[in-house]
């Protein structure tokens, strides 16, 4: 598969581990954060969004956190699976500027049998 | 599988040619937007339409251009290419693009274009 980026950082966790990617965002003016997921030779795959007015918000196996004051996003995996290797962007979103999301540069995450 | 279709899947050609990029939305979205990705660069926003018009720009280069027909589809349309354009190119779409919508975004598998 291709690369999407030859030097991301890149966090190794044991299967079955919990996971935490961290995402610093450049806007205070943004509303709305996505998590996306992008496997090797595939489009980012949406995972979980939240919105300025939220700090905290859980799906399946993933929360993200919303820190406003210090601009910063995180995205937690809970018990870390192998089909969870992948690289993770987060985007954000500023309502009033329209629909166009801008990406964090990515973290590659590689789960160790 | 997102539901967004993008053709071809690869794309060589040589620099100063001129190609063209497909994409089809999930159906029943009206708005398409158009992604590059390079080692470099990472994910840069291009444009966007919106049911046939242009709504936001990003960094779209002059040689670059897009339209989105009537039966919704988008094309984009990439001319003088240079070494420095190849790149994954991503379609997503989304319902609409309305700042009263948090809107989602679903990608399609891409093209990769390689210019030689």
């Known amino acids: 598969g291709e690369s999407v980026g030859l030097h991301l950082p890149t966090l190794s966790v044991q299967e079955g581990d919990n996971s935490i990617i961290n995402c610093a965002y450049s806007?205070?003016?943004?509303?709305?954060f996505i998590w996306y997921k992008q496997e090797s030779g595939k489009g980012p795959q949406f995972i979980i969004d939240i919105r300025s007015n939220m700090d905290k918000r859980q799906g399946q196996r993933v929360t993200v956190l919303l820190n406003k004051t210090v601009k910063h996003l995180s995205l937690q995996i809970a018990a870390t699976q192998p089909g969870d290797s992948a690289v993770y962007f987060c985007a954000e979103n500023m309502r009033a500027a329209g629909n166009k999301l801008t990406f964090g540069g990515g973290t590659r995450v590689l789960v160790k049998p | 599988d997102s539901g967004v279709t993008q053709t071809p899947k690869h794309l060589i050609t040589a620099t100063g040619q001129r190609v063209t990029l497909r994409c089809s939305p999930r159906?029943?979205?009206?708005?398409v937007y158009w992604y590059q990705q390079s080692l470099d660069q990472g994910l840069q926003f291009l444009i966007q339409y919106y049911n046939g018009e242009e709504r936001a720009k990003g960094n779209i280069l002059e040689r670059f251009s897009a339209q989105q027909f009537p039966d919704l589809h988008s094309e984009l349309n990439l001319s003088s290419l240079e070494l420095g354009d190849s790149a994954l190119y991503f379609c997503?779409?989304?319902?609409?693009?309305?700042?009263?919508?948090?809107?989602?975004?679903?990608f399609g598998p891409g093209t990769r274009l390689t210019v030689l």
């Open positions: 159906s029943g979205d009206l708005s």
């Open positions: 997503a779409s989304s319902v609409a693009p309305t700042s009263a919508h948090y809107n989602e975004q679903f």
């Open positions: 806007n205070s003016a943004s509303d709305y």
